[in-house]
Nanobody, 129 residues
């Protein structure tokens, strides 16, 4: 079973930055696409970024394009989400998730067509002045 553990959440002022980390274990991470999901209070969980396996393509939701970046370090089984220019709407719980299916399109990569198989427990981000 793939195990994912998020860290790096916290409280930050608007315009600030945070870097979330996702530690992956259980299987070789190079065989899994890893995505980040955001769940704002009272809202459904939304896929915001994905780094695919095989070719390392990246996908981003429109809400975070130009502000967030995703990177994966397969050698150390880590995935990172760099979040810049954070806004109050970015507050919520952030989850990383893994799936062995290769996402051919954005809707696959951001979990809009099928649910990712493996999930972490999430880390809280609060953006507030």
């Amino acid at each position: 079973q793939l195990r994912l553990v998020e860290s790096g959440g916290g409280e930050v002022q608007p315009g600030g930055s945070l870097r979330l980390s996702c530690a992956v274990s259980g299987f070789d991470m190079k065989d899994f696409s890893i995505a980040w999901f955001h769940q704002a209070p009272g809202q459904e969980r939304e896929g915001i970024a994905c780094a695919t396996h095989r070719d390392g393509r990246t996908y981003f939701a429109d809400s975070v394009k130009g502000r967030f970046s995703i990177s994966r370090d397969d050698a150390n089984s880590m995935v990172y989400l760099q979040m810049d220019n954070l806004q109050p709407g970015d507050s919520g719980v952030y989850y990383c998730a893994g799936d062995s299916r290769y996402p051919r399109e954005e809707k696959h990569a951001l979990g809009r067509l099928y649910e990712f198989t493996y999930w972490g427990q999430g880390t809280q981000v609060t953006v507030s002045s």
